[in-house]
DNA sequence: GCAAATTCAATTGTGCACAACTGAATTGCA
DNA sequence: TGCAATTCAGTTGTGCACAATTGAATTTGC
């Protein structure tokens, strides 16, 4: 019987926590976390701040709702994180002029040149990852269509 | 040039949000979670709550530690977290009589009687991925692999 | 046999996630 | 034109994650 006809099966098995697909996601998501966590505390961030940051170093200034459109975020989250990049001098909020509901967020002089400090990164994680690239390339595209799918079955 | 390539540079496309295989991770990681969310709402559980209630369904008891080694999880989330589990009247939390240093968490009844109500879960998660059972099966692989990479790595 | 090291669960403090809600600003449409 | 619906950021409350620390219990080394 091969792994593949087994998945197929239902009944306890199922209920099996190293079955499970989610739990490898769940597993390898915050392990990546925590493999990020040493390089990003010599910027100072945190994942999810430096998740933010790269949306940012992209194109600026950004709404709250546009970070939260990028990032799959809610203001409840987005919110406080970003006052948190004020306060480390990352970003600087400001009301817009045009629809005072806007907050925009810019990148300060100090935000905008971390993104030297943080190009090394991605290939640092890669290296970590013991993946060849094709792997990782099949990876991405594997996740992106479940999430696409997870998001549209609710 | 191909995708694969193309991952292989360095540069300002290395900090691109969409070529980042662990951004992918984390939100697919979120969008199981809301998946669940709908389904654990009608057993009261969270997802850590269910992880945790997957690891007891398989053998009981367990202590916290072993919990906490199942699940990669330490006391600081587990502690709480069994203590909510405790309060929903799932489990029951007891001072180990031959360790006094260990808690040792036994389901009660109605926790046991729970995983029956939990069994189609797994399958409902299937369907909603989107993915044929072979795509599932690498990708649990794959996972595990980067999982192990990325603990390893630090 | 006993002191040092280790194991173990719990606590504290910080920072996400996210549902639900608030209130202000803007848009749309009758 | 005016008001109902919508958009937007923020707040509140709950529940993870995880680093760091505490204090009790146990094991190890000598």
Not at 114 to 127: E, F, V
């Amino acid at each position: 019987m091969t792994t593949s006809e087994e998945s197929r099966q239902a009944g306890p098995e199922a209920l099996r926590l190293n079955r499970q697909v989610c739990f490898a996601m769940y597993s390898a998501s915050r392990a990546a976390t925590a493999a990020y966590r040493p390089m990003l505390e010599e910027l100072g961030l945190t994942y999810p701040q430096y998740l933010a940051m790269l949306v940012l170093w992209e194109a600026e200034p950004r709404s709250v709702s546009e970070l939260g459109e990028e990032l799959g975020l809610d203001s409840g989250t987005l919110s406080p994180l970003l006052k948190r990049l004020e306060a480390l001098g990352f970003v600087q909020r400001r009301r817009s002029a045009e629809d005072e509901r806007r907050v925009e967020i810019f990148l300060t002089d100090a935000g905008a040149a971390l993104s030297a400090k943080a190009s090394g990164i991605p290939q640092r994680l890669a290296d970590a990852a013991g993946l060849t690239a094709a792997e990782l390339d099949q990876l991405r595209d594997t996740l992106g269509r479940l999430t696409n799918a997870l998001h549209a079955s609710h």
